[in-house]
């Protein structure tokens, strides 16, 4: 969801950044790639122990969570996201949502975008009652695909991720795995990726036996 469906990254960033200089700390580049990908949790127990914060991790957290209750509902969309949702429903491509992001915060997105987030089949989120531990583990794609009607393998599921972490999860479910890293992160990280695409525009869905598009766009796909 976050990075990947939603340009939602920045917006962390800059909450986590704004959080760190209330207490004269800065949140660092070399942090900040770390967090990819994380909870909410992880994230402020890292970033506390890190930076040394004169606050508690629950402290942090609630700060984090107040924030980004006003901030994420703007979040934009990514690059190509609503059109491959789009296609990949009229083509009965079953799909689901799997984030380490809370369920409190799949709700909110959905009610600001129902249309969007009502052509998921289901949405597993890290506060699922099923789900022990999130991502990277593979525990939360396990799950997912168990949900789809018809019990695919592994093998037959397709993941979309934009982190490090993501991408191990879906690896170890044993699933094939598309990434769309953000820019700053190193290419070491990207390495296990089946895919490595710039956005979701240039996703050629054929390449996965998908159907394809019936055109494509042209502009910022060099």
């Known amino acids: 969801m976050d990075g990947t469906i939603l340009d939602s990254e920045v917006i962390y960033q800059k909450i986590v950044t704004k959080i760190c200089e209330r207490y004269g700390r800065t949140y660092n580049r070399q942090l900040q790639i ?3 990908g994380v ?3 992880e994230l402020s127990v890292a970033v506390v122990r ?5 606050i508690s991790v629950d402290e942090f957290e609630m700060q984090l969570s107040d924030s980004a209750k ?3 509902p703007s979040a934009p969309l990514t690059e190509g996201a609503e059109r491959l949702l789009t296609h ?3 083509c009965n491509i079953p799909l689901a949502l799997v984030t380490n992001s809370t369920e409190y915060a799949v709700r909110m997105h959905a009610t600001e975008r129902p249309e969007l987030f009502a052509l998921f089949h289901h949405k597993v989120s890290i506060t699922n009652s099923e789900v022990n531990r999130g991502k990277p583990h593979p ?3 396990v799950l997912a695909a168990s949900k789809f009607p018809a019990k695919p393998r592994p093998s037959k599921c397709l993941v979309f991720e934009d982190s490090r972490i993501g991408v191990e999860a879906a690896v170890r479910a044993g699933m094939q795995v598309v990434m769309i890293p953000d820019h700053r992160l190193e290419k070491d990280f990207t390495r296990n990726a089946t895919l490595v695409i710039r956005s979701l525009l240039h996703f050629r869905p054929e390449l996965f036996g ?3 598009f019936d055109d494509y766009p042209r502009k910022n796909l060099k």
């Open 39 to 41: 909870t909410d949790r």
């Open 88 to 90: 990949l429903n009229k």
């Open 50 to 54: 890190e930076l040394k914060l004169p």
């Open 139 to 141: 525990d939360i794609y």
């Open 210 to 212: 998908l159907p394809p």
């Open 70 to 72: 006003k901030l994420l």
């Open 34 to 36: 770390q967090m990819y």
